[in-house]
């Protein structure tokens, strides 16, 4: 069975939208004229979340596609957007899908990146195990603004209704239309997208990042007549090349003159790559920079930055393609008179976009403009034609739009403050605590923290016992081709496996570890020892012993252990005390026979004998496995540094958080 196409391209979002089309309707032609008058009703909803909305690198737009025989794809509508670093802009794609099936009865949509189905690996962690991305292709929609997954039967019954394998996408549509209940995702799943697209649409507008920049009238005319352009100048300039600075030399169409101060909209993404970028301009130029020392350092920066992003948006259309392109935007803009524009504006109407306001007042005239540009944007093919298109734009603008400097510097003493960017700069406690938010782990971290530092637990060896059971469990996991899985106690189930971790008891507990200090007589001080011995299985004879292969291997094993106690490898492991008191303690009778017989053995009862039995016992004394295990865990989190590492990790799955390592910094 045909599955969707994959995305081949990087950040690049694809998206469609299936409408219930009427069974009658045979005629391609037909079919097209209906798919497009959906297209004009979804956008018409959709234009008060769009039409201020700034994208990174490409818009939302859509098209019709016919039925496709050949693909087995039912007549749909078809979307692509180039999302680029801003991956914000695909979440808020992923809202308007949502916003859109709750508002049109039977609309089904799907959506998929270059990674596939990424709304399925925002929720990895509540899937069910025969969800992966082999069995998921057409099974996963979007529907009455929720989640749908198509599941798998689960008893013979069940094959009557359900596909077992891939299923058509006309049998997949039909199943989400007829069967929603059952196609209904686990409300876990939900939640995790919902989690995600929640702080929509209120943080389009959190997301602008308002600051003053100093630049050319013309530039500040364009930008004012089509903020949204400022999109498409950072991203020129963030990916210029040499041929682009070629045309930067001269500035043709923006040098530096007529130099006013103006407030421009930008979006955090936009804001961090122009500014983080590190640019001299060219002598030839005449743009000159004051030192950092200057106030008005960063907005002659940043102004700079952006009228070299125009130019060289300028310098891809030549004289020829800008006349063209000049006249053909402006029939794109007259062209807003169709039957088409005529029907979308209605929708407006009745979606009450114009808040009730006057035809020919200051806000209507404004809103029906910002709804015509947006129009004009998704029907035309601007966004297709590349830079060279954006640049005829500009183009445009600056020979229709009229420029009066005197009200751009009378405009220059109103101007509200920028806007602070310390959110430029993260504590790497705010960088971890906006992962475990991302992860959806930050109730339970909160949970953690209030637990940690309190004397709800007084053990410092519950918390220690836990982490190497853990690491123990964790290792003798059998894992498959897909990588590796901590156990369900440790992280896998619904509370998270968290262990109450105390920065204290674990300290005092280490260093009563290290120093070899015992709890108490009812410590069971062999658990290490029998849980390492667990490991092997050998055969044991009549009396007991291992016997064949299982001896050689053991004698082997103890021929190792001998040999590596001497190297320095030997040396660095941590091992059991030499004596404990009892054996101190012993009467003279009852260490008469040991000195008989190291006297035997040795020759001599002497200092001499006792230095040599004194090696022996140091190099046959057992190695302490959990203390080694613990001893090495923590060298290898101090070695990271703070950065992400093998023990972090395994640490952070069984619910372990350490602070930072700051002794060495000492």
């Not at 094959?159 to 996408?169: C, D, N, R, W, Y």
């Not at 409300?187 to 943080?203: A, C, Y």
């Not at 030549?318 to 039957?339: F, H, P």
Request: proline share 6%; net charge negative.
């Amino acid at each position: 069975m045909v599955s969707l196409p994959h995305v081949h391209r990087d950040d690049v979002v694809e998206y469609r939208l299936f409408p219930a089309l009427q069974e009658d309707l045979k005629d391609e032609t037909a079919i097209v004229q209906t798919l497009e008058e959906c297209m004009d009703l979804y956008l018409a909803h959709l234009s008060p979340f769009l039409v201020d909305y700034i994208w990174q690198s490409q818009p939302f737009s859509l098209h019709a596609v016919g039925p496709d025989t050949s693909n087995n794809l039912p007549s749909h509508l078809f979307g692509a957007t180039h999302f680029g670093d801003n991956i914000e802009d695909e979440w808020f794609i992923v809202y308007l899908l949502h916003q859109l099936t709750a508002a049109f009865p039977g609309l089904v949509c799907s959506i998929q990146d270059n990674d596939g189905n990424f709304l399925l690996i925002e929720a990895a962690y509540h899937l069910p195990r025969w969800l992966n991305p082999d069995s998921s292709s057409n099974r996963v929609f979007i529907y009455n603004g929720e989640l749908h997954v198509i599941p798998t039967p689960s008893n013979p019954s069940e094959l009557v209704t359900l596909p077992a394998g891939v299923p058509s996408i006309q049998q997949a549509l039909n199943l989400v239309r007829g069967q929603d209940v059952v196609t209904l995702a686990d409300k876990p799943i939900r939640d995790d997208i919902h989690r995600r697209i929640n702080h929509f649409p209120g943080k389009i507008k959190d997301d602008w990042h308002y600051t003053h920049c100093y630049l050319p009238v013309k530039l500040g005319v364009v930008l004012r007549h089509k903020p949204t352009l400022i999109a498409p100048a950072v991203q020129t300039f963030y990916q210029r090349d040499p041929i682009d600075l070629k045309a930067c030399r001269v500035m043709k169409h923006f040098p530096p003159e007529d130099m006013v101060m103006v407030q421009v909209k930008f979006t955090r993404c936009l804001y961090a790559q122009l500014s983080q970028q590190k640019f001299h301009p060219d002598q030839r130029s005449g743009w000159k920079v004051p030192a950092q020392s200057n106030p008005r350092h960063k907005a002659c920066d940043l102004g700079m930055k952006l009228a070299h992003g125009f130019e060289i948006l300028c310098s891809r259309c030549t004289s020829s393609s800008a006349d063209g392109g000049s006249s053909n935007s402006e029939g794109s803009i007259e062209g807003t008179s169709g039957v088409r524009w005529q029907r979308y504006l209605q929708s407006l109407k009745d979606k009450g976009y114009f808040r009730d306001e006057l035809e020919g007042s200051k806000l209507y005239t404004k809103l029906l403009d910002s709804a015509k540009k947006f129009y004009q944007e998704t029907t035309s093919n601007i966004s297709s034609e590349g830079t060279s298109g954006i640049g005829h734009q500009v183009l445009h603008i600056l020979q229709s739009v009229p420029c009066d400097i005197a009200a751009w510097k009378a405009a220059e003493r109103d101007l509200p403050p920028s806007q602070d960017d310390s959110w430029l700069n993260l504590t790497p406690e705010q960088l971890d605590k906006m992962l475990e938010k991302a992860a959806g782990n930050s109730s339970k971290s909160e949970g953690r923290a209030n637990t940690s530092g309190g004397s709800a637990n007084n053990d410092p060896s519950m918390d220690l016992d836990a982490v190497t059971k853990g690491i123990k469990t964790f290792v003798d996991k059998v894992s498959s081709y897909e990588g590796a899985e901590f156990p369900k106690e440790f992280g896998g189930d619904e509370d998270g496996g968290a262990i109450n971790f105390d920065v204290g008891s674990f300290e005092e507990a280490l260093e009563n570890i290290l120093s070899y200090r015992r709890a108490g007589p009812d410590d069971d001080s062999d658990d290490s020892d029998s849980d390492d011995d667990d490991d092997f299985d050998f055969e044991d004879g009549d009396d007991g012993e291992p016997v064949g292969e299982d001896a050689q291997m053991l004698s082997l094993m103890e021929q190792m252990d001998r040999e590596l106690a001497g190297t320095e490898i030997g040396k660095s492991f941590e091992k059991e005390p030499a004596e404990t008191d009892a054996t101190k303690n012993q009467s003279p009778s009852q260490s008469q026979p040991k000195s008989a017989s190291s006297e035997a053995a040795g020759g001599s009862g002497g200092p001499v004998g006792a230095a040599a039995t004194g090696d022996e016992e140091e190099e046959e004394r057992p190695v302490e496995v959990d203390v080694n295990l613990l001893k090495n865990i923590m060298e290898s989190y101090s070695s990271q540094q703070g950065l992400a590492g093998p023990a972090s990790n395994i640490l952070h799955s069984l619910g372990v958080h350490l602070p930072q390592d700051e002794d060495k910094d000492m």
